[in-house]
C-alpha cells in the first residue's frame, strides 16, 4: 500500500497570510491531484499534476510536481475565509487494469478573518 | 446537471442489520468508486467499476459488496453491519481512468450501534 503523508495536519493563520501545505511519499507517483473539501460535501479537484518538477497556478493558489514525482506542495498566497477547507492529495500509482489512487489524510485549513 | 447523486444522506443501523447505500451519476461516465472517510485517515477505496457488469476490489472491501447492472448506477451493499463500518461513505465517478478528475456524491454518513 502506497502511503501519502499530508503536513501540517491542521493549520490556522489570519486572513492575509501566505501558506504552504505539503504531501510526501516514498513512492513514485504517475499524477497527483489536490483537493478540497468542505463540510458535508464530498472533495472537489483544485488540479493534475504529472510531470516532474511541475508548477501550475489557480489564481492565489500554487501547485508544485517534486522532481522525483513523490511529493507535492501547495502554497496559497494571501489566504481568505473562502480558502477553508480541508485539502487532500492524492496519488495515483495505477497499473494495467487495477486503480491506485492513494489518498493523503489531508490538512484542515482555517482562515480567519 | 445533478452530477453524482448519493442516498441516503444519513442513516443509523444496528450490528448485524444490512443496507444498500445508492449512488447515481448522470455524466455518462464509465469509471465509478465507492471511498470511505474516517477521521484523520484520508479516503479509502473500497470497490470501483470500469463500466456495465464490471467491479473489481479496491483497498478495503471486507464487508461489503457491489453491483453494476448500469452505468449510472452503483449501489454499495453493507451485509451483517459492524461498528467498524461507522463512516461516511463517498461515490465517484471519471470520465478518464488514469488522470481523470474524480466527481464526488455529498457523502452518506452511517452509523453502527
Known amino acids: 500500500t502506497q502511503l501519502l503523508e499530508q503536513s501540517p495536519q491542521f493549520l490556522s493563520i489570519q486572513e492575509g497570510e501566505n501558506l504552504t501545505v505539503y504531501c510526501n511519499s516514498l513512492s513514485v507517483f504517475s499524477s497527483l491531484q489536490w483537493y478540497r473539501q468542505e463540510p458535508g460535501e464530498g472533495p472537489v479537484l483544485l488540479v493534475t499534476v504529472v510531470t516532474g518538477g511541475e508548477v501550475k497556478k489557480l489564481k492565489r493558489l500554487t501547485f508544485q510536481f517534486g522532481d522525483a514525482r513523490k511529493d507535492s506542495s501547495l502554497h496559497i498566497t494571501a489566504a481568505q475565509p473562502g480558502d477553508t477547507g480541508l485539502y487532500l492529495c492524492?496519488?495515483?500509482?495505477?497499473?494495467?487494469?487495477?486503480?491506485?489512487?492513494?489518498f493523503g489524510s489531508g490538512t484542515q485549513l482555517t482562515v480567519l478573518p | 446537471n445533478a452530477g453524482v447523486t448519493q442516498t441516503p444522506k444519513f442513516r443509523i443501523l444496528k450490528i448485524g442489520q444490512s443496507m444498500t447505500l445508492q449512488c447515481t451519476q448522470d455524466?455518462?461516465?464509465?469509471?465509478m468508486y465507492w471511498y470511505r472517510q474516517d477521521p484523520g485517515m484520508g479516503l479509502k477505496l473500497i470497490y470501483y467499476?470500469?463500466?456495465?457488469?464490471?467491479?473489481d476490489k479496491g483497498e478495503v472491501p471486507n464487508g461489503y459488496n457491489v453491483s453494476r447492472s448500469t452505468t449510472e448506477d452503483f449501489p454499495l451493499r453493507l451485509e451483517l453491519a459492524a461498528p467498524s463500518q461507522t463512516s461516511v461513505y463517498f461515490c465517484a465517478s471519471s470520465y478518464y481512468y488514469r488522470t481523470g478528475e474524480l466527481f464526488f456524491g455529498e457523502g452518506s454518513r452511517l452509523t453502527v450501534l
Open positions: 492524492a496519488g495515483d500509482s495505477s497499473s494495467g487494469s487495477a486503480r491506485q489512487l492513494t
Open positions: 467499476s470500469v463500466g456495465a457488469g464490471i467491479t
Open positions: 455524466m455518462n461516465h464509465n469509471y
